[in-house]
């Protein structure tokens, strides 16, 4: 065997077992010297020539050593790195002349930069979509866009869009009938670049042949998963073209890109940990515009958490279209940590096989929470069926982890959780609540709810305003049914309940709702709680805005108050800041208070024994 070999080898081509049995074993020596002593930063041939002898085992060779050696009257060539490994002349005799070969440039490569042209955002949607445009922007940033927050100063303007309902899109299409005339308003001006709209996101993926065959407003369209391509599909945009990439991926998250925050001045932020969902609910678009679910590693994730810590960010949300579902396979030895199957809350189930192995959402939480202690954590959005113990003992165990879980019911009937696949029955929500609340008294609980759905009588839908009135929510997001296209109820249910019905069913659950978050409201009157200051509030200038624990807006007046509770020196408050305020007024969605004091969440946990008010419910 030659060292020629031996070097095609440490290169990156295999020798098969057999031929490596028939080698001697003088030659065997070789071989292992050239892998254990990383011989790729040395020409083999030198160290042949140097000792005349392969069988010897190679020693390390002095750079100067290396350069005194020739053969024929000529130096060898070296190979420091990887990258600057042989080609096709370094196996080539000398004698033999071969021809450079020019690699033709790909034209659309020099073309990415941004040369400093501004993106302007226009964000619809979920707290996903901001996390998602936040990804965009440091994709931009590097590759030289710059970012405005004037509309008429752009020259791209980025729409991220939403597909969950029909309100939704209908929004987005109202906003590109506007560009639309924008655009042929702004193609009149000689001194500024042509206009390019880009739309992405959920809605890019679902109607991604209308937007660019049938309307043509569009020039850029790319899917939740194809965001690291938006500079090529810019650059391609120069020629006229309309660029588009919507393909879902089972592996991207997004892990290596560090998103740049929109809002710079925010004392909270979110944290993608997870995409995609594999729940298939019956009504749902999100399999078939986010894709399957995949976890981000766990280190990435501590790191942007650190990251945003020392930033000075207060509060950081865990986001996934299903949070709780959260599941690292990034490392060998975390496939292999737990063998047992996932534990889902009593009463449960999935339309999947169970998952088996992995880091789990607590493992997640638990290290997350561990970060800084004088930062909040928050998750959203989880699945119901996703709640073991474990989870629920962290957060009451954990002062910094918020007293709030987002509980998405949808319906409170069974009839009409089997059509939309839901995986639980009335009874088992019902029971799922009264353990949260049994482990975590003064939990405070949001939910969803549609109404309308294929097929939904009267009485169905009296047992979704019986579960409102018996879980009373501090917090709901309620909606009208509107069939998408592609989703299973699409394809076996009809869309059969009058939409006069629908709307007329919405404002009653809305009615209720407001009844009894105004009743929860007022029960706070009297009580002091730990509120994050947030920003100023938007109807005075006089007032700032903060949330508690359990996610409760409560607005209170600016001013100078007690750096501490035992303390008679006073400070400013600010954004970022900790202060307990009583509350003196509510309604069904803010509560109004006076700052008493300074404080942390450390401090605050101690104070009141490690527990938050609690609150009493009759279910």
Known sequence: MSGLKCAIYRYGLTINRHAYCQLGTDYRRVFGCVNNHNLSKYNLQIYRTKHENASITPKLIDDREINSITQNGKPFRTFPNLSEGPDLKDFIKSDVTVDSTETEPVPYLKATCG???????????????????????????????????????????????????????????HKLVHLKHYKKWRSLRSDKPPLKVGLLGCMAERLKHKLLETDKIVDVVAGPDSYKDLPRLLSLTEDNQTAINVILSYDETYADVTPVRINQDSVTAFVSIMRGCDNMCTYCIVPFTRGRERSRPIASILDEVSHLSD??????????????????????????????????????????????????????????????????????????????????????????????????????????????????????YISLVEHIREI???????????????????????????????????????????????????????????????????????TIYRTEVQKLNEAMIGRQYLVLVEKKSRKSEFNMQGRTSGNIKVIFPRGSIQDNRCTTKSRNIEAGDYVVVQIINANSQVLKGIPLYHSSITQYALSTGNHYERMAYNL
């Open 311 to 428: 930033q000075g960010v207060k509060e950081v949300t865990l986001l996934g279209q299903n949070v709780n579902s959260y599941r690292d396979l990034s490392e060998s030895k975390f496939a292999t940590a737990d063998k047992s199957d996932p534990k889902l809350a009593a009463g449960f189930k999935t339309v999947y096989k169970p998952k088996i192995g992995g880091l789990r959402f607590s493992d997640l939480l638990d290290k997350v929470s561990q970060i800084n202690p004088e930062m909040r954590i928050r998750f959203t959005s989880p699945h119901p069926k996703d709640f073991p113990d474990e989870v629920l003992q962290l957060i009451a165990e954990r002062p910094n982890i918020c007293r709030n879980i987002h509980l998405p019911a949808q319906s409170g009937n069974s009839t009409v959780l089997e059509r939309m696949r839901r995986g639980y029955t009335r009874e088992a």
């Open 440 to 510: 975590i008294p003064d939990i405070s609980l949001s939910s969803d709810f549609i109404c309308g759905f294929c097929g939904e009588t009267e009485e169905e839908f009296a047992d979704t305003i019986s579960l409102m009135q018996m879980v009373k929510y501090n917090m709901a997001y309620l909606f009208a049914y509107s069939m998408r296209e592609k989703t299973t109820a699409h394809r076996r249910h009809e869309d059969n309940v009058d939409p006069k019905v629908k709307q007329d069913r919405l404002r009653r659950m809305i």
């Open 115 to 173: 040369n400093d042209r501004k993106v302007y955002f226009s964000v619809y949607g979920c707290q996903m979509n901001v996390s998602d445009t936040e990804i965009i922007w440091s994709i931009l940033k590097k590759t030289g866009y710059q970012k405005t927050d004037t509309m008429t100063e752009a020259d791209v303007i980025l729409l991220v869009t939403c597909a969950i309902r029909d309100a939704a899109e209908q929004k987005i299409w």
